[in-house]
């Protein structure tokens, strides 16, 4: 019988995919992210033959150390930074992710959050909820109007293509980008102009929206010297990664008025924040959940149990990232 490892609960789908295929399957019992110390504990107690991980675990040499007879581990998550995949090379074990799982529904994401911080939803709202209003008032929470303005793209992946569609077709926005590839797609179809580096869309754009993967060389692709670059009224929304922004940096440039406002779904230091910025009155933050509709995680379920199938049946994953 084939043991599967899942680290933390996944919905009943995915599971029942794997125990239909007669499959033992051992669940994280905790309502919380597995320690490094609790995940290499839990990997030594059966042999395991696939494991199906979350991006909150940090999955290394001493991991693979634990879990020897494992032939997948299965991210449930679009990335795979949380894991040593030059290390699973090394002993030929897969490691499969979940693209698309969810990338329109990220994409709604940073739409909600570009919307909260232009329209002052956050703010509106906490004003009401104190018994602040006192009637119409023409000289309250002035926001900025999103038509004709122009938004930047940093990463044009299927997140940052339908970021795209939907401020061109749905705000009447205009359009820069950066990629380390041009998007020649996206310049036809709507008219985006292509910038050759970062600094040049931090420049031009009045609503910055990061979809880059986390990479040696996108950590802190946004720091102290690129937020400096940007308009004071503009706006930057990160739902990528946290480590993508350097967030003492940016707390600090939202303390000092160098920007006007970030719209946060992920953070560097997670789940802790930078000192200072849940203080931030000019900031709106989602616990992590630009995914997190039931048909995205439904997808994201069936995906990775699907992926353990096909190595538990001989195959090789429809997502390996090996």
Known sequence: MKKIYITRKILDAGI????????????????RPLTHKELVKALSKKPYDAVLTLLTDQVDAQVFDACPTAKIFANYAIGTNNIDVNEAKKRG?????TP??????????????????????????????????????????????????????IGTGRIGADVA??????????????DVKRNEELEKSFGAVFCPAVDEVLKNADVVSIHVPLLPTTQHLINAERLAMMKKSAY????????VVDENALVSALKNGVIAGAGLDVFEFEPKLAKGLAKLSNVVMTPHIA???????????????????QVMEGGVPQNNVV
């Open 100 to 153: 698309g799982g969810g990338a329109d529904r990220v994409a709604e994401h940073a739409w909600a959050l570009i919307l909260a911080l232009t329209c002052r939803v956050v703010e509106s709202d906490e004003y009401m909820r104190r018994g602040k209003f006192n009637g119409w008032n023409p000289m309250i929470f002035h926001g900025m109007k999103l038509a004709g303005k122009m938004l930047g793209i």
């Open 291 to 309: 995914s997190g509709t039931l048909e995205a995680r439904l997808e994201m379920a069936t995906l990775s149990t699907t992926n353990i199938i």
């Open 236 to 243: 930057l929304i990160n739902t990528s990664r946290g480590q």
């Open 165 to 178: 569609h939907r401020a061109v077709n749905g705000f009447g926005m205009k359009l820069v980008y950066y």
């Open 93 to 97: 074990v897969y490691v499969t992710n």
């Open 16 to 31: 029942k995919m794997l125990t239909d295929k007669g499959y033992e399957v051992d669940i994280n019992p905790k309502d």
